[in-house]
């Protein structure tokens, strides 16, 4: 008889939490993950995607003034913040859901909740008051205490 719900559960689905429950699963582990915010955490729905994103959308205009120069007749351009906004907030949403996706795929089960800790063994979500065990238990929760 297993002794535990889970091999591993992992609280937060962030860049490190997401790759140590898919690995674990890859390797045939019984894993389960709480994410308490965005699947994908920091990178994904406040860090580097959306700053990259941003980044990008700073340069289009060097590149419209420099386009005549090699030989492109660009019309005057405009720029309307609520549709690049709107495009960044859609793309992070698919990418989001992309991740939750990606760890179901792998086998991991997913509690879209916040989840304490109250013993080395033992995890409670907060939602629902689920109560979950495991045998080990990784916190990757960021810059976040869980
Ligand atoms: C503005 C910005 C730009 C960045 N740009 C880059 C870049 O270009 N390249 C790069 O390599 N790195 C970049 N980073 C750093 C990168 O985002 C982090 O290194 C990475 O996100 C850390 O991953 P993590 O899994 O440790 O934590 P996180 O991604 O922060 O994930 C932790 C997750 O845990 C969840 N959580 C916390 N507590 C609980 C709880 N009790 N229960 C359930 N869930 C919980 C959080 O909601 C979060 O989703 C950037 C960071 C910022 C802020």
Request: aromatic share 8%; hydrophobic share 45%.
């Amino acid at each position: 008889m297993q002794q535990f719900d889970f091999d591993l559960f992992v609280i937060g689905a962030g860049s490190g939490g997401a790759r140590a429950a898919r690995v674990a699963a890859h390797h045939g582990a019984r894993v389960g993950i709480a994410e308490g915010a965005n699947f994908g955490g920091t990178c994904v729905n406040r860090g580097c995607v959306p700053k990259k994103l941003m980044v990008y959308a700073s340069r289009i205009p060097d590149a419209i003034r420099s386009a005549e120069a090699f030989g492109w007749n660009a019309p005057a351009a405009s720029f309307d913040w609520n549709a690049l906004i709107n495009h960044k907030d859609a793309e992070i949403n698919r990418l989001e859901n992309v991740y939750e996706r990606n760890l179901q795929g792998a086998g991991v089960q997913t509690f879209p909740e916040h989840a304490a800790l109250l013993d080395a063994h033992t995890v409670r979500l907060r939602s629902s008051g689920q109560v979950v065990t495991a045998e080990r238990i990784l916190i990757a929760t960021g810059a976040a205490a869980p």
